[in-house]
């Protein structure tokens, strides 16, 4: 008899490159120690894969401006992708990812389509911000907010505020073609939950081309299940979905400041959980991403880590259990 635990693999990817302030990469460790300290054996049942990360440069000032690390952070996709694909196409397991900062979402993406190019690839962002920053948008330079224009390929040329030298150029548009898939998402595949703050220049991206985003008002007013269904109904033209489920959703006052970007107004941890195990509990989804834990900014001890722990605990054991 096969055993379930067998059909999921952790994905460990503690590269904070992308991120604007330091710490994301110890969130990882802090969702274990958040399990020990529950007296759940959760990381010794199911096998983990540490993925080889490029942190060692932030000792060192980021030579590309507009795209701080960006020369790392296309290591780490390739290091990514490779393992996202390995496991979802050649083992046929689940990956549940814990990443340090949202920049390396958009390798997992990479690394699910690369091998499935002719499947329509359902994105879920359950994040309060919109990440489609790009070097020609962006006013901070961190890549964490760019992942999501990375999947769609495109610049936003249209709010260009950066002349980006060639360099950065260069290494933009491998990202975007790595995989040999381009784009790697189409924007009636992507569906927002919580996203709530955004720069104008992600406002024009998101109204141009009709993403749907679910607001917290939305998720209060109509109840998690059936925002379930909703989000289900709406794409299920998709052969794939996969969930990328951002801390900072949840609102930095009920549960913690523990993330790089917290947000107020955002979900509680009930609406987080039943939102992401209802919708991991649909055959298509095929991979969990949860990201950027900071246990380094969190208020109110490890609440940050623990909560997060919570949410995917139960989520594995849907995905187990389907």
Request: charged fraction near 25%.
């Amino acid at each position: 008899m096969t055993n379930k635990n067998d059909k999921i693999r952790i994905l460990e990817v503690p590269s904070e490159l992308g991120a604007g302030t330091r710490g994301a990469s110890l969130g990882i460790g802090a969702i274990k120690v958040a399990a020990l300290n529950a007296g759940n054996k959760y990381f010794s049942k199911y096998t983990s894969t540490i993925i080889p990360n490029e942190n060692e440069l932030l000792f060192e000032d980021s030579p590309t401006q507009y795209a701080n690390y960006i020369d790392g952070i296309v290591k780490v996709y390739n290091y990514v992708s490779h393992y996202v694909s390995e496991e979802v196409t050649y083992n046929k397991r689940f990956p549940i990812v814990l990443a340090g900062d949202h920049s390396t979402a958009g390798a997992t993406i990479t690394g699910i389509k690369k091998s499935n190019p002719n499947k329509r690839l359902g994105v879920i962002w359950i994040d309060a911000h919109a990440d489609l920053h790009t070097p020609y948008t962006t006013p901070s330079g961190n890549v964490h907010g760019m992942p999501l224009a990375v999947c769609l390929g495109i610049d936003n040329i249209e709010h260009q505020r950066n002349d980006i030298p060639k360099e950065i150029a260069e290494h933009w548009h491998r990202l975007k073609h790595m995989g040999d898939v381009y784009p790697k998402i189409e924007a009636n595949d992507l569906v927002f939950i919580a996203l709530r703050d955004t720069e104008e220049e992600e406002d024009f991206l998101t109204n141009r081309l009709g993403i749907r985003n679910f607001a917290v008002d939305e998720v209060r007013e109509k109840g998690t299940t059936q925002i379930v269904k909703e989000v289900l109904s709406y794409l299920h033209n998709c052969d794939m979905i996969y969930i990328s489920f951002d801390v900072d959703s949840m609102d930095c006052h009920l549960v913690s400041k523990g993330t790089g970007t917290p947000v107020p107004h955002g979900l509680s941890e009930e609406e987080a959980t039943d939102l992401v195990c209802g919708l991991v509990a649909d055959p298509k989804t095929c991979c969990l991403e949860v990201t950027e834990v900071n246990p380094t900014l969190d208020d109110k001890c490890n609440t940050m880590a623990e909560t997060a722990f919570r949410v995917l605990d139960r989520a594995t054991n849907i995905v187990k259990n389907r």
